[in-house]
């Protein structure tokens, strides 16, 4: 999953990828309205963690400019403003949630899982497509049919649960890169063919049915079986 937090204070915001890296999210940060805003109308985002008191644009704006522009990623508004006018006008605006600081790091992990449970991607302890399971606590790559299960690496896990959530649809690799990479990452697309190869061989030496088939001048897409 990738957050997308917008937080102008440098200490907090460095404390908070640093809670969420170590949650197993993955994390971009921006410490400016505008492009904290330019970054969430990609919509490659799970959920966007917002300030409200932000340079360049306010938080408030960003909320209420992403939801005219049917931008609906969740958003959990993360302030000290504590009035209830503020947290009426947040609501308002299209937020999820609304956690006032300081807080808690394990509230604010909770109220991540709850938010993307109302959007309908529940946190299962796997992910299952075709004869594959994937479990999202150990890393672990299964194929029920042979039973044969294999660790694989934080990128392949990435990239493994972005297909198989996506299973059947065809993923360019602009949108595998901006996903598991980030926006402001500089790889490029030879990165999505080496780890693509690099889950090829895991999906032979598990004896699956399911493949990773290369769509010409577009990407990728995950088939199982007679797919």
């Given amino acids: 999953m990738r957050i997308l937090?917008?937080?102008?204070?440098?200490?907090?915001?460095?404390?908070?990828?640093s809670i969420l890296r170590k949650n197993n999210y993955e994390v971009d940060s921006f410490?400016?309205?505008?492009?904290?805003q330019y970054a969430a109308e990609t919509g490659i985002y799970d959920v966007i963690v917002l300030?409200?008191?932000?340079?360049g644009k306010s938080g408030f704006d960003v909320l209420k400019e992403l939801r005219e522009e049917n931008i609906f990623t969740p958003v959990i508004v993360l302030t000290a403003k504590t009035s209830l006018k503020d947290k009426v006008n947040a609501f308002e605006f299209g937020a999820d949630d609304y956690?006032?600081?300081?807080?808690?790091?394990?509230?604010l992990i909770l109220r991540i899982k709850a938010v993307s449970r109302r959007k309908?991607?529940?946190?299962?302890?796997s992910i299952h497509y075709g004869d594959l399971s994937l479990d999202t606590d150990n890393c672990t790559l299964k194929c029920v049919k042979t039973g044969k299960s294999i660790l694989i690496s934080a990128k392949e896990y990435q990239m493994m649960e972005y297909?198989?959530?996506?299973g059947g649809k065809k993923i360019s690799k602009e949108e595998i890169l901006d996903k598991i990479w980030g926006i402001t990452s500089d790889a490029e697309y030879n990165s999505v063919e080496v780890?693509?190869?690099?889950?090829?061989k895991k999906l032979r030496f598990l004896g699956s049915e399911v493949t990773i088939k290369a769509i010409r001048s577009l990407g990728y897409m995950l088939t199982a079986g007679d797919d």
Avoid: V
């Fill in 5 to 17: 937090l917008i937080e102008d204070n440098y200490e907090l915001k460095e404390a908070l990828e």
């Fill in 51 to 55: 300030d409200l008191m932000l340079p």
């Fill in 163 to 166: 297909m198989m959530r996506r």
């Fill in 31 to 36: 410490d400016d309205g505008i492009e904290g």
């Fill in 99 to 107: 956690l006032t600081k300081p807080f808690q790091a394990t509230e």
């Fill in 195 to 200: 780890y693509i190869s690099f889950l090829r």
């Fill in 120 to 125: 309908g991607e529940i946190e299962d302890s």
